[in-house]
């Protein structure tokens, strides 16, 4: 089979099949392989968009300085990107650099 152009692919379809709702911002984790950030509030069982591509600014992990372009990883039970354990969900690379004292950084994520 030849592959077809499907979308341009900085958006996609995200179905939330949890009992809450994801307010717009929000950082998804994607099976836990890779995440997105909701680009509208999503109800609980419904269908919305997340940008899978793109420079946000999100929450920084506390106690460590950051590089310019070291991988950053995602730590859903803190609710924010850091660098290191590897139980955390692979989320971009950081645009810029973040003092450890930082509370929020700018990551590409996809």
Known sequence: MKAT???????????????????????????????????????AGETGTLAISGVFTVAKAAGTAIKQGQAVKYDATNDNFGVGDTAKVAAGFAVSEAAADAVTMEVKIG
């Open 5 to 43: 152009f499907f979308q341009n692919g900085n958006m996609i379809d995200f179905t939330n099949s949890t009992d809450t709702a994801i307010a717009a911002g929000a950082v998804v984790s994607l099976n836990d392989e890779r995440v997105g950030i909701a680009a509208c509030d999503i109800a």
